[in-house]
Every structure is written in structure tokens, then in C-alpha cells.
């Protein structure tokens, strides 16, 4: 569960107490003799991903950011206990070893997990090489496995108690307002807006199933070879039992750049030779599944005002830390999140009139 080694950097001042993390290690891995190598991964917005190993024995360390966080959004025993329970299901996920809970080795809990080759396709610079036929092969099983994802039984734990009798979508609008509202942000009256203003169109639909939260290739690891697959599904932070509208809404979002208004590197792959657009996405996804794209333009419209949300803690964070350009970067993209959720809204009143 990691991005290539080519893509890490060293970052010794994350482990807290090297001799901690290397028995831990030992204790759920095998490593061979030698100094332990730890490396920060590059991409991730949210919870950290490190490369740790020995020679070319790697294994991937996921732990909440550094700094001030929601514990209940960065939760990686949850992780840890989604990844197990998966492990016997065909969907393509990487073996979990361990999960450490006390904060000795990193500063923070961890899990402890497989290391997969294989490419993340973040940007367009990482789809280099990629002929245009693997890219639509790659479109195609990046559905089929989202199609596979919403088949998969949910009457196990953690998933089994996970449900609950009120409509999905309303649930979810309300943990992250409550989210929103514990947080010490930074005013920011719009998402208070749309908040409401989705809760007040929240569909009633009832199917339930199993939900990744942000399914898309930044979160996928792909073969590239002359079988183009997705090999693992990463980052399940955001899982949950719920509407599997919200997974294709998702992978709308980082298909389709809304009038070219990018909000993530990723949206520029949809112009790549190859790669299927929004609509094709979508046909494929709702032909392998069987279902019906009501509701899904709320869902677009829920996506980017979560992403708002979840971007605006990232943003305060990269402020804390002293990273001023990041951050402004971000307020940027969390103004447009906003923009492009109203806008949805907004066709969406005008549909029903």
C-alpha cells in the first residue's frame, strides 16, 4: 500500500524513537538484519504514509497527520480493522500485519501494511508511457472494481455495525456540519450555506452497500503491464456503509474539471489519449451495476463541498506548520470546491422547476 520508492523522501524527524518502531516491526514483520530506512511517501493530504524497510524489504506505516487533526477523521485502527476484514474478499487490497496504538515509535498510532508495486496516477506526469489503450483498460477496471467494491457483503465487522435506519445521505451532511463545527476554523459562512441547503435536498434512497469514501486512482495502485488491473485500493479512512452514489460521484469529480476549473492535478489525466471521460465512466459503471444515476448531481455537489471542508483543515494545518504559499493554494481550491457545489445546486433547482 504505497507509491513507488522513487517518489519518497527522507524524512528522519517522523519517527519519534527508532529502537520502538524496529521491535514493533519485528514483532509483525519480517525484516532482515540492518539499519531500518524510513521515508516519507509523497501525495498524500491527509493521513501520513511512510516507506519503512531494510534493503528491499519495504513495508507501508499509515499514521494520523502531524500536527492538530480530527481524531474520528484520521482514525487508522479503523483502517486497520476495514483492510482485515477485506482481506478475505476478491477486492484488490493490500495485507495488513499491525496495528501499534500507543504514539512511542511515531508520535502517533500506526498500521502497519503491504508494500504493492505498481503506479499512482495523481497527475498527468505519472501516466507517462501509457499507451492509450492500457489507459482505457486502466478506466475500465478502475468501474469494474468500483462495481465489485458496492458487491461486497457488509454483514461482517466493523461493517455489520455500521448501519443505521436513517437515509445515508442526511447522516453523513450532519457528521461533517458536526465536523465543521468542532474544528476552529477560519469563517468560511458558505459551507454553513451549502450545508444547509443539501440537507434540505437530501434523498431519501435506501440501498446500502459497502462505500470507500474517495475512490479514484490517486487512491489506486495500477498495473501497467501488458494486463492492465487495478492491483490495490488504498486509503479507507473514509469508508463506511452507505450510498454507492457517493463513490461514483467521486470518480466524476476527478473526471470531469467543471468548465475547466481544476480543484486536483488528477482531473487533467480525463484529457489524456485513452482515458474515459465522466460520461463513459459513469454508462460503464451504472451498465456493470445495474443501478440509476438519480441523485447523482447532489452527490457531485456533496463531494466538492466535503473536499471544501476536508481541504480547509489541510490548508489550516499547512498555515500552523509555516507553509503560507501551500496554504493559500489551497484557500484557493476550497473557493472553488464551493463555487462548482453551488453551481450543481443551482442546475439542480432549475431541473426540478
Known amino acids: 500500500m504505497a507509491e513507488q520508492v522513487r517518489d519518497a523522501q527522507p524524512?528522519?524527524?517522523?519517527?519519534?524513537?527508532?529502537?520502538?518502531?524496529r521491535r514493533f516491526l519485528d514483532s509483525c514483520v519480517e525484516l532482515p538484519a540492518g539499519e531500518l530506512e524510513v521515508r516519507l511517501l509523497a501525495g498524500g493530504l491527509s493521513n501520513v504514509t511512510l516507506l519503512a524497510g531494510v534493503g528491499e524489504r519495504h513495508y507501508v506505516l499509515r499514521r494520523p497527520p502531524i500536527g492538530p487533526s480530527d481524531p474520528a477523521a484520521h482514525?487508522?485502527?479503523?483502517?486497520?480493522?476495514?483492510?482485515?476484514?477485506?482481506?478475505?474478499s476478491r477486492l484488490p487490497t493490500p495485507e495488513v500485519y499491525g496495528f501499534c496504538p500507543d504514539s512511542d515509535a511515531l508520535g502517533a498510532p500506526f498500521v502497519v501494511v503491504e508494500y504493492?508495486?505498481?503506479?499512482?496516477?495523481?497527475?498527468?506526469?505519472?501516466?507517462?508511457?501509457?499507451?492509450?489503450?492500457?489507459?482505457?483498460?486502466?478506466?475500465?477496471?478502475?468501474?469494474?472494481?468500483?462495481?465489485?467494491?458496492h458487491d461486497t457483503p457488509i454483514d461482517q465487522e466493523p461493517f455489520a455495525g455500521w448501519h443505521r435506519p436513517e437515509p445515508?445521505?442526511?447522516?453523513?451532511?450532519?457528521r461533517w456540519i458536526e465536523q465543521w463545527r468542532r474544528g476552529a476554523h477560519a469563517d468560511e459562512p458558505r459551507i454553513e450555506l451549502l450545508g444547509t441547503e443539501l440537507l434540505a435536498r437530501a434523498p431519501a434512497r435506501d440501498e446500502k452497500t459497502l462505500v470507500h469514501g474517495d475512490y479514484r486512482f490517486g487512491n489506486l495502485i495500477v498495473d501497467v503491464s501488458e494486463t492492465p488491473r487495478v492491483a490495490a485500493i488504498l486509503d479507507w479512512e473514509l469508508c463506511t456503509v452507505g450510498?454507492?452514489?457517493?463513490?461514483?460521484?467521486?470518480?466524476?469529480?476527478?473526471?470531469?474539471?467543471?468548465?475547466?476549473?481544476?480543484?486536483?492535478?488528477?482531473?487533467r489525466l480525463t484529457g489524456l489519449p485513452g482515458f474515459l471521460t465522466a460520461e463513459e465512466l459513469v454508462e460503464r459503471y451504472l451498465a456493470g451495476s445495474g443501478r440509476r444515476a438519480e441523485d447523482l448531481d447532489f452527490y457531485v455537489a456533496f463531494?466538492?463541498?466535503?473536499?471544501?471542508?476536508?481541504?480547509?483543515?489541510?490548508?489550516?494545518?499547512?498555515?500552523?506548520?509555516?507553509?503560507?504559499?501551500?496554504?493559500?493554494?489551497?484557500?484557493?481550491?476550497v473557493h472553488t470546491h464551493l463555487q462548482i457545489a453551488g453551481d450543481l445546486l443551482d442546475r439542480e433547482s432549475s431541473h426540478r422547476l
Not at 524524512?11 to 518502531?21: F, K, S, Y
Not at 483502517?79 to 478475505?88: D, G, N
Not at 445515508?168 to 450532519?174: D, E, G, I, N, T
Not at 483543515?313 to 484557500?331: F, K, W, Y
Open 11 to 21: 524524512q528522519p524527524a517522523l519517527v519519534r524513537d527508532p529502537v520502538m518502531l
Open 75 to 88: 482514525d487508522v485502527r479503523r483502517e486497520f480493522l476495514i483492510l482485515s476484514a477485506l482481506a478475505t
Open 116 to 149: 504493492i508495486e505498481g503506479r499512482v496516477l495523481h497527475t498527468p506526469d505519472d501516466a507517462v508511457g501509457i499507451a492509450p489503450a492500457t489507459a482505457r483498460r486502466l478506466c475500465e477496471a478502475l468501474v469494474d472494481t468500483l462495481v465489485d467494491l
Open 168 to 174: 445515508f445521505a442526511a447522516r453523513r451532511l450532519h
Open 243 to 267: 450510498d454507492p452514489l457517493t463513490d461514483l460521484a467521486q470518480v466524476v469529480v476527478y473526471a470531469d474539471p467543471a468548465n475547466d476549473r481544476i480543484t486536483h492535478p488528477g482531473q
Open 303 to 333: 463531494s466538492h463541498w466535503r473536499s471544501a471542508i476536508i481541504k480547509t483543515g489541510i490548508r489550516e494545518r499547512a498555515a500552523a506548520a509555516g507553509e503560507h504559499e501551500r496554504a493559500s493554494g489551497l484557500a484557493d481550491i
